[in-house]
């Protein structure tokens, strides 16, 4: 842990108690003198941190910006997603910086974030608005022991993370379209872009992309897409604080990754299928070119849609845009 990140914990932890710069300085193992800098630092990006005398600190207000600091300290321990998070101010895409990364032979857990993207992707080619300081644009990277056509796994496992951490920190029910994208009112929320690097049965790599639009409002969506998205922030009706959500994404991810690569696949798709409003529904899904109409029945093992055409065929399919046919 660094510095910034056991200050925060610690005063985190003492709550409205305030704790002397003594106790802190030796708590944390730095002098009085170094500690009195970091503070002034936190101070100087928004964090309130009051001092009084005989007293001591007390963290009375945190910013609601992404400081990797900030984000461990939240986070805690966790097996694998987020041992190491990086933040940035801009990037054109933090799926690009992840990957370059991977290649660098970084190690599977890094999560970098941007405050705002120049050049966010989003699935089958599409743009991702991506404006600064509004929502979560992150990603992650992983080196699973699965098998390429197995990838669906890592999809299911995010888009139940997400579920799960939205329903704890923000108290509203988001719904699933296969494979995952987040809805809420039938309206998009958030996504996931999910890239692969591979031999012919291996994983190399994956960088799981997540945007996840937070606190934009009505008039950050361009025009052709405000009927179809939306924001958690316009969904609760005010703000919500970025840095306690990522952290707690992170958590649910890391739990879930466990699951989709271990023995506990089969309890996740039970999950996934009770929030998915795809299943049991008349679809069609565009593949490339190709656009296959039918009914969506289930999941199979490793992750795939079977859909059920109308000549009674059951076709797997890994990848794909549906639509609900009403
Ligand atoms: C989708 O089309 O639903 C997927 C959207 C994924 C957007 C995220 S934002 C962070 C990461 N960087 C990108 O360029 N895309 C993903």
Not at 32 to 60: M, N
Not at 126 to 142: A, D
Not at 266 to 276: K, R, T
Request: charge should be positive; include cysteine.
């Amino acid at each position: 842990m660094t510095v910034d990140s056991e200050i925060l914990s610690t005063l985190r932890a003492a709550g409205e108690r305030p704790i002397s710069g003594a106790d802190m300085a030796q708590k944390i193992g730095v002098s009085v003198g170094v500690l009195r800098r970091h503070v002034d630092e936190l101070r100087a990006l928004g964090y309130e941190i009051q001092a009084s005398p005989h007293l001591g600190y007390r963290l009375t207000r945190v910013p609601d910006l992404l400081h990797a600091d900030d984000l461990l300290s939240r986070l805690g321990k966790t097996t694998v997603i987020g041992r190491d998070i990086r933040v940035f101010q801009e990037t054109t895409s933090t799926n690009d910086v992840v990957d370059k990364l991977a290649r660098d032979g970084v190690k599977e857990g890094v999560a970098v974030f941007a405050e705002s993207q120049t050049r966010g992707r989003g699935r089958l080619g599409r743009t991702w608005v991506s404006p600064l300081g509004k929502g979560l644009w992150f990603s992650i990277l992983l080196r699973p022991k699965l098998r390429p056509d197995q990838v669906t796994q890592l999809t299911i496992a995010s888009a139940t993370a997400l579920t799960r951490a939205i329903r704890h920190q923000v108290d509203l029910r988001p719904e699933i379209k296969w494979p995952n994208d987040v809805l809420i009112g039938g309206k998009k929320v958030a996504g996931v872009l999910t890239e692969l690097s591979a031999e012919l049965d291996t994983i190399k790599y994956v960088v799981l992309g997540i945007g996840i639009d937070v606190n934009l409002s009505a008039s950050d969506f361009p025009p052709e897409i405000r009927k179809l998205a939306t924001s958690l922030r316009i969904e609760r009706g005010q703000p919500v604080q970025r840095p306690a959500l990522a952290s707690a994404i992170l958590r649910e991810l890391d739990h879930d990754y466990r699951r989709a690569t271990g023995q506990d696949f089969d309890s996740l798709a039970n999950e996934w299928e009770e929030q998915c409003t795809t299943i049991g529904h008349e679809v069609q899904i565009q593949v490339g070119t190709r656009k296959i109409r039918g009914r969506a029945e289930s999941l199979d093992s490793s992750g795939a849609l079977l859909l059920r055409t109308h000549h009674g065929h059951l076709e797997r399919i890994i990848g794909g845009d549906v639509t609900l046919v009403r």
